[in-house]
């Protein structure tokens, strides 16, 4: 299974401010998923990243306030935009795992606390 | 109606006890049913992972998926401290990195 790393593991954000978030993986991936993770909520795909292409993001989601780069096969960011409370929430990433089935493996989590 | 319902518990149990935890679900193009287990403070990590109706075992754990029900379980026995997680249901309609759909998770505590 891949290595996940995220950065930061955790921030406390003023409102209006913005924040980026940094995947990192052992190993070379065609495609990057972002969730969002509320208190007493499923995980939410914010969007998918695939290298060297726009990212394609789910419905409630938009670019200018998630934001995607994908330079190459082993690194992400999402960068959450003009802060809010709401969006106050853990942010994980995570790779396809074996091929042919729809597992993945997920990052440790980045915990954003908006005041 | 969310495509995915899953009690969120929590669900307190004494050690050595047999551990059930149930997903149902609407979406009967689902095929590919999953279990992650996520301990406080890190990520989801896969746990079972089950194609089609049917039973899988692996050592301590039991996943059954009944499609014609729209229902998934998964049994833990001789349930452990160290088992105290979340529980989170996951589904896919087909393989090859579709998008999973999860349930909200079950919280589980396991007491000496």
């Known amino acids: 299974s891949a290595v996940i790393s995220q950065k930061p593991s955790r921030d406390i954000c003023q409102r209006g401010t913005s924040l980026t978030i940094q995947c990192q993986v052992d190993?070379?991936?065609?495609?990057m998923f972002w969730y969002r993770q509320q208190p007493g909520q499923s995980l939410t795909l914010i969007a998918t990243?695939?290298?060297?292409?726009?990212?394609?993001?789910e419905s409630g989601f938009v670019i200018d306030k998630f934001p995607i780069s994908r330079p190459n096969l082993t690194f992400s960011t999402l960068t959450v935009s003009n802060m809010s409370p709401e969006d106050s929430s853990i942010y994980l990433c995570?790779?396809?795992?074996?091929?042919?089935?729809?597992?993945?493996?997920f990052g440790p989590g980045t915990r954003l606390t908006v005041l | 109606q969310k495509e995915v319902e899953q009690d969120p518990g929590p669900l307190s149990v004494p050690e050595g006890a047999i551990v059930s935890l149930n997903c149902t679900y609407s979406n009967s193009a689902f095929q590919y049913f999953m279990w992650y287990r996520q301990y406080s403070r890190k990520g989801p990590e896969l746990l079972m992972y089950?194609?089609?109706?049917g039973n899988k075992e692996d050592g301590r754990f039991t996943a059954q998926v009944d499609k014609s029900s729209k229902y998934i379980s998964l049994f833990i026995r001789d349930s452990q401290p160290s088992d105290s997680a979340t529980y989170l249901c996951a589904m896919s309609g087909t393989g090859g990195g579709n998008k999973l759909t999860f349930g909200t998770g079950t919280q589980l505590k396991v007491e000496l």
């Open positions: 089950t194609y089609s109706s």
């Open positions: 990243a695939n290298q060297g292409s726009e990212a394609t993001y």
């Open positions: 995570s790779t396809p795992g074996a091929s042919g089935r729809d597992t993945q493996y």
């Open positions: 190993s070379q991936v065609t495609m």
